[in-house]
Each structure stands twice: as C-alpha cells, then as structure tokens.
C-alpha cells in the first residue's frame, strides 16, 4: 500500500477509503469519541479552515486547527459531562460523498470527499455542508489511520452559532 | 407584569435589574436612541486601515456603516452604507481598498471619502444638490491609542472625555507588543439568540468562569496534570480586582496590569476591559458586540497579534484563541449556551421579572477620582455598566 500510484489507488482502494470515512462518519453519530479519536494518527491535525481557500493559518483566525492532543482534550471535555453547550448533545448525520482518491502525498493516499452534516439539538435542526480532505496512512488495526483532516464548510465566514460537536 | 414608563426605574438604587431590559423591543429601540446614538462607538482598529484608500464595512449601533481612510488626504472618515438615492448598500465587501464606491442599482457613484461624484444621465435631474447628496457622514471621528470611535452626535463629550479612566488601559493594550498591535487575523463571528448587554456583562463576570467553564477547567487539569488556581485566585487572591471606571467603563484587573500577562496563556492581556456602550477586551481579543434586536446579537471577535513580534508566536496567538473562542471553542460555545440563550429562555417567565444584581454592594470601595474598587468575583462591571446605562436611558437626562 505505501507504493500506490494514484492509477493504482484510484482504482484498487476506493471501496476500502470509501468504508473507512463511513465508519468514521459512524462513531461521530453514536457518538463514539474514543473510538473516533483512535483513527487519528499520533502526529494528526485536524483543520475546520475559516474563510476561502486562500485562507493561511499562520496568520488568519481559523475555526478550529487541533494537534491530537488538543483534539483528545475535545473528546475529554464533551465526554465530561460539563460541557454546556453539548448539554443536551447534538444528534447528528453524516452523510459521506463524492468519494475520490486525489493521489498520494508523503506516503498517504490524499482523499477527498464531500459531507452534507445534519445537526438537531434542542429541536432546531440546522445542515452543514463541507469539501473534506483526508490525509490516510496503512494501518494494521484499523485498515487506515488518519493524519489530516480538513474540513471546508461552505458557511465558514457567516457567523455561526454552536459548533462545538464533532465534525 | 410592572408598568414601568421610564427605563431608569427598571434598575433600582438596591441593585435589582428588571428583565424587561434583556426582552423588550421598546427598550432596544430606546437604547438605539440615547445610547448608540449619543455615545461615541468603536468602529475600527487603525492597522485595518493602514494605507489611503482602505476601508471596512461595519457596524455603528444596529446601522451599517463603512470606515475609510481618504484617498487622497488619509483622513479617517466614517458614513453610512446607503446610497443617497434609492437607499442601497454601496459597499459589499467587509474590507478592501477602493477610490470609489460605485451603487449597483442606478451607477451612482462616491469618492471614497464619501462625496457625490458622479450621477448617470443625470440630464433627468432639474435641481438637485450634489453637495449634500454625499454618503452620510458621522460628525465625529476619533482615534484613542489605535482604536477609531465615531459618534452620530454633533456634541458632546470629547473622546478622551468619554474613555476617562479607561484611556489608559487602552494604551496598555495599543502597547502589547514590540511595536503595538494589529488586527490582521480577521475575526470570529458569532450569533446567539438573547441580549447583547448579556454578552457584555459576561465579559467580566468573574463569579461564573469555574461554573460554566467548568469543562474548560477539567481539560485544564488535564493538560497540568492538577486543577487550575483560577478560582482560588479569583476569590482569595487580593491582587485581583474589579474597578468601576466610571462612564460605564469596567476593568478587572489580575495583579499589575502594567507587569506583562501574569503567565497567563499566550497573548493574553493582564486585564479585560468594558468600554461603554459595547467594545471589550478579554484574553488576546478586541470583542465587537454589534445588538441586532432585543433577542439577536452579532459578535465579533479579533484577535490582537504582536506587531515586530514573530511569525510563529503570533500563530501561537491564534490556536490558543481558538482553544477557547469561536463557534468551536472549548469555553466561548458555553457562555453562548448558558449565559445567553438559557438566559433568553428564563426571561420567558415574566411572573417575576427582577433580577439581583447586587453581589458584593456592600463592600464597594468608592475612591478619590470617581473609580469604585470591589473585589474580583462582585458584579462591580456589571453595576458599573448599568449606572452608565440607566443615565443614558433616563428619560430626560441623569437619573
């Protein structure tokens, strides 16, 4: 797998790359963080930009741009129990598509995908759609494991209300 | 239900708030009136607005409006975003650079300092005076330390007047870094369904930060591996403390605010400021709250990087915001929820509309130039605010 060429990736792999965004667009649903958080690789980011593409975060203000250790700090803090504006929890539905295998990056098959979120909580029911990019390496355990993951909301600029459920 | 006429009488002399300030469109609107539009009001930051020509789109009050630097003499310059024939927004961008603002719906066109200058086909027109058809100006503009103010008042007090006691703190913060501040970061933008004064009373309202941050804490103690001092130092620490700064100016002061950030995170001011009617400081942000009506607020966070500072720590500047602040962040999404919105929907019970806000009256210091000191965890910036508030409210002037 660490020698694909993206012919090879595009063809060989898609259904694997595919099934993995769906099992991590399933633990996010039930909610199963600490599960979620094992498909991140040690050295993972984890990147919700604000504004367009021309975005940099080294100097602009983003949403959201976590080590792993900052996005386990998420996990700890919404499983806490204290975490007002998780009390009550966002229900919500991921739905993964337009799943493509862009090419390979350092070692890792660069896979984009569009996400159209569904979010309810206290009866308003509110949909986020996203350009999402991961960056996945071989895994044993887990087939793949995630080293980036971007996710361009198209209202990213407007201003927002609770975003603090896990994208 | 109180009949209440004058919305002095909804604050009364022992500190009890009536709800009707939060919920009532009839008090926005007033507030409109004798508070955004006699007071002088934050509009831009000067390191927006470096070069001729530049400009941002913003808000004075609920009316929007575009901040300029002149074109062709630097002058800052503050007018309404509303063509002067049919009524559109001329400027859609939030900030650019331009000579001219040009109307999409008819092609009237403005200098960049606000005058007419051009009317197409205007052979239709008979007799109409373009010197007075220019964008609407403020009558006032002013720059304290960096920061631009604009009032829609012709008179009044001067700005310096109106910052009094908060003047200096705001050149503490113009003197952050090497070389001062800049907002080149852009902003968080939030919106939340409840008050703006709720957002601006929270600023300093050191009472609540161990109750509804209380998971912040917890990924605090993590991260340290014990918990965070913050409350003990809050209630216990006799450095700390809240100052009535008089016009409706608060600061809560965590040891000297002139010895650096206290090891505070990174970035962070050694202070947070409220100056009246609606601009605040807190952590390593300047906090815009723009009311939009009685149960809809706007707010604007920029953060302050450190100009002649490097790259790398003004980025640290930004992911440690981030940790906090924003729609995703580990501690503002919690005062929306809590402080706000579950405000917003306690107000609905209007059996008993009153309010207590009197935490730590009693032990208020009043001192010889006109500040009030009281301790870190009293509602001395809420009071403070609200003395400034009901003034401005009075009908027919002080209360």
């Known amino acids: 797998m660490s020698a694909l060429t993206p012919e090879a990736a595009a063809t ?3 259904a694997a790359v595919a099934a993995f965004l769906y099992r991590e667009a399933e633990l996010l649903d039930g909610y199963e963080l600490e599960a979620w958080l094992e498909l991140y690789a040690p050295d993972a980011t984890y990147w919700i930009p604000q504004g367009g593409r021309e975005t940099d975060p080294r100097f602009d203000v983003q949403l959201m741009l976590d080590d792993r250790r900052r996005l386990r700090e998420r996990v700890l803090r919404i499983n806490g129990g204290h975490a007002y504006s998780q009390d009550p929890r966002s229900s919500t539905v991921h739905l993964v598509g337009n799943v493509r295998i862009a090419g390979e990056e350092e070692g890792a098959l660069d896979v984009r995908s569009v996400q159209l979120i569904t979010e309810l909580r ?6 986020y759609s996203a350009h999402v990019r991961h960056l996945l390496v071989p895994d044993a355990a887990h087939g793949f494991l995630i080293r980036a993951k971007e996710i361009r909301l198209v209202n990213n600029e407007v201003p927002l209300g609770n975003l603090t459920f896990l994208l | 239900m109180t009949a209440i006429t004058d919305p002095a009488d909804l604050i009364t002399d022992d500190w009890r708030v009536h709800g009707s300030i939060y919920t009532s469109e009839a008090i926005f609107a007033a507030e409109q009136e004798r508070i955004f539009r006699t007071s002088w009001l934050y509009v831009a930051h000067e390191s927006e607005l470096r070069n001729p020509g530049d400009y941002k789109t913003t808000y004075a009050g609920t009316q929007p409006v575009i901040v300029t630097r002149g074109a062709d003499d630097g002058r800052l310059r503050v007018m309404l975003n509303r063509c002067r024939h049919r009524g559109a927004a001329v400027c859609q961008a939030e900030s650019g650079s331009a000579n001219f603002f040009r109307c999409p719906y008819h092609g009237w066109t403005y200098r960049n300092t606000g005058e007419l200058r051009g009317i197409t086909y205007d052979d239709a027109y008979s007799d109409l005076d373009r010197e007075q058809l220019g964008l609407t100006q403020l009558p006032r503009v002013d720059v304290a330390h960096g ?34 501040i800049r907002l080149s970061a852009g902003s968080h933008r939030l919106e939340y369904e409840a008050n703006w004064k709720l957002q601006v009373e929270n600023t300093i309202d050191n009472y609540h930060f161990g109750f509804v941050h209380r998971s912040f804490l917890e990924v605090l103690a993590d991260r340290v591996g014990e918990a965070p001092p913050i409350m003990q130092q809050i209630l216990f620490n006799e450095t700390y403390r809240t100052v009535d700064l008089g016009n409706g100016h608060s600061v809560h002061e965590f040891g000297d605010p002139r010895a650096g950030n206290n090891g505070a995170q990174l970035g962070d001011l050694p202070f947070n400021l409220i100056v009246f009617p609606n601009l605040c400081f807190v952590g390593a942000q ?8 009685a149960g809809h607020t706007e707010v604007r966070l920029y953060p302050m990087l450190h100009e002649g500072a490097s790259d790398e720590y003004n980025t640290a500047i930004l992911r440690t915001h981030e940790g906090f602040y924003g729609a995703a962040g580990m501690g503002g999404p919690d005062d929306v929820e809590v402080a706000f919105e579950r405000v917003a929907d306690g107000m609905r019970a209007t059996e008993q509309e ?46």
């Open chain 2, 354 to 399: 009153w309010l207590v806000m009197s935490r730590g009256a009693h032990r208020e210091q009043p001192q010889p130039d006109g500040t009030i000191v009281g301790h870190s965890a009293d509602e001395v910036p809420q009071r403070a605010f609200y003395r400034g508030w009901r003034r401005a409210m009075a009908i027919g002037g002080a209360a």
């Open chain 1, 122 to 127: 206290k009866g308003r029911q509110l949909l």
């Open chain 2, 147 to 180: 920061f631009v103010f604009a009032s829609f008042a012709q008179e009044g007090p001067s700005l310096q007047e109106h910052l009094g006691h908060a003047l200096p703190y705001l050149e503490l913060i113009s003197r952050q870094g090497p070389e001062g």
């Open chain 2, 286 to 293: 300047v906090r815009h709250v723009l009311p939009k009506r």
């Open chain 1, 12 to 14: 060989g792999d898609l």
